[in-house]
C-alpha cells in the first residue's frame, strides 16, 4: 500500500469511526447517566488510534465530541463535551503512539498483549486529561460549577462511575481490532497477526 492510498484509507475508516460515534450513543437512549457509565465515545476513538495510528486517533478525538455536541446537544457543550475533546485526544494519541511502537517488536504471535499494552495507559492518561481540562476550564470560569472540584469530585466522574465501561472497553476494543487485523483490514498492521 502507497502512502496516499493508506492515508486516504486511513481517512475512510476514521469517517466510519466517526459515524459509528454520531450513533452509538444513540444505543443508549441518550440517557446521560447510562452514557457515563459505557461511555461509548470512547470506543471508536480506541478503535481509531489502534488501527490507524496516533495522528487519526488525536483529530477523531477532538472532533468526535464537539461534532456530536454541535449536531444532537450531546455530550453538553461545554461542560461535558470540551474536557472530553481532551481525553478522547488523548486516548487517540497515546493508543496510535504506543501500539506503533509496540509493533515494531517483529516477534511473533498475538497482537492481543501489545493492545492491552497500549489501551491501558491510554486510557488511564486520558482520564486524567479530560479532569486536568475539566478543572481548568471550571477554574478558568468557562464552565459552571454548582460544588467545587474536588479530587473526590474527579475521582468519581473520571474512574469510580466509569469502571463498568472500562471493562466493557477493555473487552470490546481488542476483539473488534484483532478482527480487523484478521481481515487484514487495519492500516497499522495490514493485517498480521
Known sequence: ???SSKKTYCLVITGI??????????LTGQIQAVAKV???LH???????????????LGLGVVLPL?????????????????MAFELAVYGLLTGLIYAALLKNKKGGSHLPKIYLALVPAMILGRL???AAKALFI????????????????????FA??????????????AVVLAIEKAGLSPMTGGKR
Do not use: D, E, Q
Open 1 to 3: 500500500m502507497t502512502n
Open 17 to 26: 469511526l466517526l459515524a459509528v460515534g454520531l450513533v452509538l450513543p444513540f
Open 38 to 40: 459505557i461511555s461509548p
Open 43 to 57: 470506543i471508536p476513538v480506541l478503535i481509531c488510534g489502534l488501527c490507524c495510528g496516533w495522528k487519526w486517533g
Open 67 to 83: 461534532l456530536r455536541s454541535l449536531l444532537f446537544g450531546m455530550p453538553p457543550f461545554p461542560a461535558s463535551a470540551l474536557p
Open 129 to 131: 486529561a479530560g479532569g
Open 139 to 158: 477554574s478558568a470560569g468557562i464552565i459552571g460549577s454548582s460544588s467545587p472540584y474536588t479530587f473526590a469530585a474527579f475521582f468519581s466522574a473520571y
Open 161 to 174: 462511575s466509569t469502571a463498568v465501561g472500562a471493562v466493557i472497553h477493555l473487552i470490546l476494543v481488542p
